[in-house]
């Protein structure tokens, strides 16, 4: 064979040995990525939920508030305090335009000095016409006509006191004073104002103690009773948790609301509570609610009678599926009376799709 001839056919061998192991190579099958375990939310679980149960917002107000009003009508002229003041027992807050009463009181001075004339007229002629009568120049049926007029006269004296002292009362109550020390909540008059007797134009509140009124349904009014215990939060600073004690129930519901209304006293109430602030009142539960520890609703598996949950092991990131007692369900969540633990992370979700052992990761905790 020629030298030619052998080395064109090498050379072909070679390429097409070449050719063969890049397309045995470009064959060869990619590495598959290793399977991530499943990603699960979890919500940590914190100290037993004391007060597990209804919760019901209201506003902050003083046991004792007053509003005050005047006991005359008429158009306001002065309005000596603001919003916020500090007043002492015997301060005057408001006064109304006096003229109409002191005309008034003018004109019962006049009736009393004339009262006053006759009655000192009708004595004088009483005592003569008895002295006539006790030497028999009168009958004794003209002593009786000059006693009666004398009666009368007696009585319109004192009638006229009255009306006078009458008159003297309504010039004074055109000046609104306090009853009592406290602080002013609301002006609802103003200068210039024309007020109806009884209307209400100022607001008192006595300092000292403070309570919550909140809004009981009839389907949980069996739940509150007077003297429960509760706890208070502000809406300004949820984490400042107050003492609370229901203090009172309204015998009747709100003909509109169809609610009872029910007034929790704040018993550590400090300089942080202010009249007119919201807050969240939760009535103390049972001996279990008090127990009880809330989780979501999603976070339960169901299976049959039994109630149960997932806690991821920390150590392992396995998942274990343990029996719980289920207490009330409120809104999205539900009282775990027993089964669980402070520090647990259970599993909040995608409860029916895991199984027992199975590895997880976890994407995002919550704090219960």
């Known amino acids: 064979m020629p030298v030619s001839t052998f080395v064109g056919a090498t050379a072909v061998r070679v390429i097409g040995a070449l050719v063969l192991g890049s397309l045995l190579t470009g064959?060869?099958?990619?590495?598959?990525?290793?399977?991530?375990?499943?990603?699960?939310?979890?919500?940590?679980?914190?100290?037993?939920?004391?007060?597990?149960?209804?919760?019901?917002?209201?506003?902050?107000?003083?046991?004792?508030?007053?509003?005050l009003g005047f006991r005359v009508g008429g158009k306001v002229t002065e309005r000596l305090v603001e919003v916020g003041d500090a007043v002492k027992k015997g301060q005057v807050l408001m006064?109304?335009?006096?003229?109409?009463?002191?005309?008034?009181?003018?004109?019962a001075t006049d009736q009393l000095a004339a009262a006053r004339a006759n009655y000192e007229q009708t004595r004088a002629d009483l005592s003569r016409f008895r002295e006539l009568a006790r030497q028999g120049f009168i009958s004794a049926a003209e002593l009786d006509r000059r006693?009666?007029?004398?009666?009368?006269?007696?009585?319109?004296?004192?009638?006229?006191?009255?009306?006078?002292?009458?008159?003297?009362?309504?010039?004074?109550?055109?000046?609104?004073?306090?009853?009592?020390?406290?602080?002013?909540?609301?002006?609802?008059?103003e200068v210039g104002q024309v007020v109806d007797r009884g209307s209400i134009v100022v607001r008192l509140v006595r300092p000292g103690e403070k309570e919550v009124a909140i809004s009981i349904p009839e389907n949980r009014l069996k739940e509150v009773t007077r003297g429960r215990e509760a706890t208070v939060a502000l809406w300004t600073d949820p984490s400042r948790v107050y003492k609370g004690r229901v203090r009172e129930i309204a015998?009747?519901?709100?003909?509109?609301?169809r609610t009872y209304t029910a007034k929790v006293t704040i018993v550590d109430a400090d300089d942080g509570v202010q009249w007119g602030m919201t807050a969240n009142v939760a009535i103390a539960g049972d001996a279990d609610a008090a127990r009880a520890v809330r989780l979501p609703s999603s976070a339960i598996h169901q299976k049959g009678d039994q109630a149960a949950?997932?806690?991821?092991?920390?150590?392992?990131?396995?998942?274990?599926?343990?029996?719980?007692?289920?207490?009330?369900f409120a809104d999205e969540y539900v009282a775990v009376l027993d089964g669980v633990k402070p520090g647990d992370a259970v599993v909040r979700a995608g409860v029916h799709r895991l199984f027992e052992g199975e590895k997880v990761r976890v994407l995002a905790e919550a704090a219960r």
């Open 27 to 67: 064959c060869k099958p990619e590495p598959v990525p290793e399977k991530l375990p499943r990603a699960v939310n979890v919500v940590r679980v914190g100290a037993p939920d004391t007060v597990f149960g209804n919760s019901y917002s209201g506003d902050v107000r003083a046991r004792y508030e007053a509003a």
């Open 95 to 107: 006064r109304l335009d006096p003229a109409d009463q002191r005309l008034g009181a003018d004109a």
């Open 147 to 189: 006693k009666a007029a004398f009666d009368v006269a007696d009585a319109q004296f004192a009638q006229a006191r009255a009306q006078l002292s009458l008159q003297r009362n309504q010039s004074d109550y055109t000046t609104l004073r306090a009853d009592h020390d406290g602080v002013v909540t609301a002006l609802q008059a």
């Open 251 to 257: 015998p009747g519901a709100d003909p509109i609301t």
């Open 309 to 328: 949950v997932w806690i991821v092991n920390p150590s392992t990131g396995d998942v274990k599926l343990h029996p719980v007692r289920v207490g009330r």
